[in-house]
């Protein structure tokens, strides 16, 4: 029966209630008595405290309150009926309907040449209606069946993050043996099907696993933020598998397609009745990378093959394309392969994956881990000196091997060169050339007392360091380019004395050398040379080529450069520094050159070794360009751990750019030590 007729019925009975009271009860007593001699009635006084009386006080009272509750049931009936109508219609038809949800398989990740670094692949899922976590036996039948634990099954069961008419997820990737079991006994498992879907696949395993990242379950943060975000992002439901790092979480919005959805019919409880609209799932976009997958490869292999062979705890290694900012190659080491996140990562891998002695193989050391630069950042010292007038062309110097503030032994302020043997009489470009710690040692004492103190650090910081780049990836750092205000604020803060956290003359020195404070990552050094090899600009490293067409081969959106650095400087002073890093391949140590001279391009480059005082070990670099007369290509690679840079990184950087100009490196002995 309809409520508003129930109501009505309720009304017009309680309305006849009513009547009948005041009828039979309502009549009043008079409070007089009479004179049956005829004479005028006369008030008797005093009041009527009969039961009669009180009864129908009673009664009165009784009625006005059936009459309020009468009122209030006509004044909500009239809302119902004429101010709320609609609303109500839509609640009862929102009720009438539900919808299933399902998940729209995701864009591809490809490398520059089109060839799937990430994909999809088939997946057995057995999926079970909601009802069956009532029946305890079917429930303990399926967990042996999958080698499941009953409680986690019956957890899967009661899951309704799908939505509450969708079936549940209770396994991905099953065997054909689970597939056919179930589907010869129908009888015993009622409810339980299986389905194919779609999970992530990776055809080349865990290559440029840092670059392309990984998926898995939607966060708690990430649902919230998805509340608040405006229109044309991307929202997500409990149970979306969404990108977490690398390319799939930075384009994310164009990797995960649109969510199909089935408007179906229900009842009280819930059981589906019949099906309305359908809207079938929407892929996401296949996006193209900068990355090489052969220069990938190499230069993962030759990065594991150094950092295992030497015993070391990780490195990096970057390949740009400096007219452009194309990434061709980024590779971390320690890695990790992000088929372990498909299907919902196991706590074991993800204690493997985060254990100290693991060496966190989760991060990108290309953008993530930060070290003192060590001599490679001896030509951005360099450009500082000449900047700024603290040395020329013509300045030179007399290394012994050691150095003092005063030139003394004697005055307490000895500075060791890495050659403690000497090197003789130097200028700028030998001091490059053979890493000459005494010539930026004696830079560092000229800006101390120099009009700019600070020249170095304004330097270093036009070349970007200190800050990120802005790739198209995150976890990048920031690094560190001390100066006094940063000092004080930071050793106070630690409760060193004003003196103890004053900028002192040797703190010049360290960094002029890439050693003390600054902490720099293998692609802002890869920027800075960028710069170096163009003569001024750098363009904003970047992993994507474009948005593919779905259509054709086309894009629909493609990646625009944009200058990050500029730095000007003469072209007498570029001269002075290009021609010292030429001599870095082919004058400083003959077992180095020998690795250069099979290639068919001249290169210019530097080596470089920084002291990690806390964990006692070396963070060891080389960075190149090549041509060195039209650069091209940047690479940088760093290794943590090793023993010298000429040892260990140059050896992973002349692979790398080996495998872009596919020449090789074919020489097996072994480098002379050297910073």
Same mark, same amino acid.
């Given at each position: ?10 009304c017009v009975v309680?309305?006849?209630?009513l ?6 009860? =309502?009549?009043?007593e008079?409070?007089? *008595? #009479?004179?049956?001699? !005829? ?5 008797s ?12 006080s009673?009664l ?6 059936v009459?309020?509750? #009468?009122?209030?049931?006509l004044a ?8 709320s ?15 299933i949800?399902t ?15 990430? +994909? ?12 069956v ?5 079917e ?23 799908? +939505? ?15 597939v %056919? ?16 879907? *779609? ?17 898995s ?7 919230? %933020?998805?509340k608040?975000?405006?229109d ?5 439901r ?7 790092s ?11 397609g649109?969510?199909?959805e089935?408007t ?10 019949d099906? @309305? ?5 929407e892929?996401?976009?296949d996006v ?6 052969d220069?990938q ?16 705890v990780?490195g990096?290694?970057?390949a ?10 980024m590779?971390?080491?320690?890695? #990790?392969?992000?088929n372990?996140? /498909?299907g ?9 994956l985060?254990?100290e ?5 989760l &991060?990108?050391?290309?953008?993530? !881990?930060?070290?003192?630069? =060590? ?7 360099t ?9 020329t062309g ?11 503030? @005063? ?12 050659e403690?043997?000497g ?7 030998? !001091?490059?050339t053979?890493?000459c710690?005494v ?8 800006f101390?007392?120099?009009?700019d103190?600070?020249? &170095? ?32 604020e ?6 060193? @004395?004003?003196?103890d956290?004053?900028w ?19 692609l ?5 040379y ?6 001024g ?8 080529? =474009?948005?593919r067409?779905k ?7 493609e ?10 400087e ?7 520094v ?8 082919y004058?400083?140590a ?7 001279t099979? &290639?068919?391009?001249s290169?210019a480059g530097? /080596?470089g ?8 070990s070396?963070?060891c ?9 039209d ?5 940088? %690679? ?11 990184? &140059? ?10 100009y596919?020449?090789?490196? *074919?020489?097996?002995?072994v ?5």
């Amino acid at each position: 029966m309809d409520l508003s007729l129930i109501l009505i019925i309720v009304c017009v009975v309680l309305a006849a209630a009513l009547v009948v009271v005041f009828v039979v009860f =309502g009549r009043a007593e008079a409070n007089f *008595t #009479f004179d049956i001699g !005829g004479a005028a009635p006369r008030a008797s006084g005093g009041s009527d405290s009969s039961a009669e009386k009180k009864s129908s006080s009673r009664l009165i009272g009784l009625a006005v309150a059936v009459g309020g509750v #009468f009122s209030v049931l006509l004044a909500r009936l009239w809302s119902m009926q004429l101010v709320s109508s609609e609303d109500y219609a839509k609640q009862a038809e929102s009720n009438r309907r539900s919808v299933i949800y399902t998940q729209a398989p995701r864009g591809r990740i490809l490398d520059r040449k089109g060839r799937e670094i990430v +994909g999809n692949r088939a997946s057995l899922t057995v999926v079970a209606e909601g009802d069956v976590v009532d029946d305890t036996v079917e429930v303990q039948l399926l967990a042996n069946l999958i080698g499941m634990p009953a409680q986690a099954v019956r957890r899967k069961l009661q899951d309704t993050t799908e +939505g509450f008419q969708s079936p549940r997820t209770i396994s991905v990737d099953v065997s054909r043996r689970v597939v %056919a079991f179930i589907g010869e006994h129908p009888e015993a498992f009622p409810g339980v099907t299986v389905q194919q879907r *779609t999970q992530r696949s990776y055809p080349y395993g865990s290559l440029a696993a840092h670059v392309v990242g990984y998926v898995s379950t939607v966060t708690e943060e990430q649902l919230e %933020a998805s509340k608040e975000a405006k229109d044309g992002s991307v929202s997500y439901r409990s149970g979306d598998v969404v990108g977490q790092s690398g390319v799939e979480l930075s384009y994310e919005s164009v990797l995960a397609g649109t969510r199909g959805e089935q408007t179906v019919f229900v009842d009280a409880g819930g059981n589906v009745l019949d099906y @309305s609209t359908t809207i079938e799932p929407e892929s996401g976009s296949d996006v193209e990378l900068t990355i090489d997958v052969d220069v990938q490869r190499v230069a993962e292999e030759s990065l594991e093959r150094v950092v295992s062979s030497q015993s070391c705890v990780g490195g990096s290694v970057v390949a740009l394309d400096c007219t452009s900012g194309e990434v061709l190659a980024m590779a971390s080491y320690p890695t #990790f392969s992000p088929n372990v996140f /498909t299907g919902g990562i196991s706590q074991a891998d993800w204690d493997a994956l985060s254990a100290e002695d693991a060496h966190y193989p989760l &991060m990108n050391r290309a953008i993530g !881990g930060q070290y003192p630069a =060590g001599s490679v950042i001896k030509p951005l010292t360099t450009f500082a000196a000449l900047e700024h007038g603290v040395a020329t062309g013509d300045s030179s110097w007399y290394c012994s091997g050691w150095w003092s503030w @005063s030139g003394s032994r004697d005055d307490g302020t000895i500075m060791k060169c890495w050659e403690e043997s000497g090197h003789g009489g130097v200028n700028l470009i030998s !001091g490059i050339t053979y890493s000459c710690d005494v010539v930026f040692y004696e830079i560092g004492k000229g800006f101390y007392y120099s009009d700019d103190p600070e020249g &170095m650090q304004e330097t270093f910081r036009a070349y970007g360091l200190g800050s990120v780049s802005g790739i198209d990836l995150s976890g990048e750092a920031a690094g560190r380019v001390p100066d006094p205000e940063w000092k004080r604020e930071y050793f106070k803060s630690l409760g060193y @004395s004003d003196e103890d956290s004053s900028w002192k003359g040797g703190d010049n020195c360290n960094i002029a050398i890439g050693q003390g404070d600054i902490l720099v990552t293998c692609l802002q050094m890869a920027d800075a040379y960028c710069s170096i090899a163009n003569r001024g600009p750098a363009w904003k490293p970047h992993v994507l080529r =474009g948005v593919r067409s779905k259509v054709g081969d086309g894009f629909v959106s493609e990646y625009r450069p944009e200058k990050i650095v500029d730095v000007e400087e003469s072209q007498q002073d570029r001269e002075i520094v290009e021609r010292g890093m030429w001599g870095v391949i082919y004058e400083e140590a003959p077992t180095q050159t020998e690795h250069w001279t099979n &290639m068919s391009v001249s290169v210019a480059g530097k /080596t470089g070794t920084g002291e990690q005082t806390a964990s006692h070990s070396n963070a060891c670099w080389f960075g190149c360009y090549a041509p060195s007369d039209d650069p091209k290509y940047v690479v940088f %690679a760093n290794v943590d751990g090793g023993d010298w840079g000429s040892t260990t990184a &140059m050896l992973v950087a002349r692979d790398t750019l080996g495998a872009i100009y596919g020449e090789p490196d *074919t020489v097996t002995s072994v480098v002379a030590t050297g910073d």
